[in-house]
T-cell receptor, first 113, second 112 residues
Framework: GENVEQHPSTLSVQEGDSAVIKCTYS??????FPWYKQELGKGPQLIID?????GEKKDQRIAVTLNKTAKHFSLHITETQPEDSAVYFC????????????FGRGTSLIVHP | EAQVTQNPRYLITVTGKKLTVTCSQN?????MSWYRQDPGLGLRQIYY???????DKGDVPEGYKVSRKEKRNFPLILESPSPNQTSLYFC???????????FGSGTRLTVV
């Protein structure tokens, strides 16, 4: 099955700095990579996703990059704000079988004002 | 509003007392799943369903049951809860296999 490693587990930045969270996956058959943001007391919320036919995708201050050769993908947040503080999860989904995504263990991002 | 609704939000129960956590989605999604979230372990899938009457085990199915008799509902059943099932549970649905999940707000379960 798929295995997803996510780093770092905790990330602390100053407001206005950039933040980068990295994930690696094990199965080259994975072709869909969503990212979720979980605020305190809430369920995870899909914030951006990327498919294997694309190398980069942006949505305002967030972007995701994918390197299929190295089997890793990253979430980039620019000009961080205190409301970006949350736990972020990456996931990788295989292109066959049950199509169920495997999640990373999460990164707690803290943005200090 | 498009959403996944799960109830209750909080539940404290005793070992062995059967309980059901309900989950309903109003988006006509095909896929539904149950996850548990524990500190340091992230999100682990318990069961999933690809359509009505089609369910399958996830990574940690022991001690749980599910059913999918209607497209919108996917209840999670603990026949005989034990303290190691104390956790935060999330129900989620997605339109089909090519999309991400919409998660519910969670159910905090404590088994004493």
């Amino acid at each position: 099955g798929e295995n997803v490693e996510q780093h770092p587990s905790t990330l602390s930045v100053q407001e206005g700095d950039s933040a980068v969270i990295k994930c690696t996956y094990s199965d080259s058959a994975s072709n869909y990579f969503p990212w979720y943001k979980q605020e305190l007391g809430k369920g995870p919320q899909l914030i951006i996703d990327i498919r294997s036919n694309v190398g980069e995708k942006k949505d305002q201050r967030i972007a995701v990059t994918l390197n299929k050769t190295a089997k890793h993908f990253s979430l980039h947040i620019t000009e961080t704000q205190p409301e970006d503080s949350a736990v972020y999860f990456c996931a990788a989904r295989l292109s066959g079988g049950s199509y169920i995504p495997t999640f990373g263990r999460g990164t707690s991002l803290i943005v200090h004002p | 509003e498009a959403q996944v609704t799960q109830n209750p939000r909080y539940l404290i129960t005793v070992t062995g007392k059967k309980l059901t956590v309900t989950c309903s989605q109003n988006m006509n999604h095909e896929y539904m799943s149950w996850y548990r979230q524990d500190p340091g372990l992230g999100l682990r899938q318990i069961y999933y369903s690809m359509n009505v009457e089609v369910t399958d085990k996830g990574d940690v199915p022991e001690g749980y049951k599910v059913s999918r008799k209607e497209k919108r509902n996917f209840p999670l059943i603990l026949e005989s809860p034990s303290p190691n099932q104390t956790s935060l549970y999330f129900c989620a649905s997605r339109r089909d296999r090519n999309y991400g999940y919409t998660f519910g707000s969670g159910t905090r379960l404590t088994v004493v």
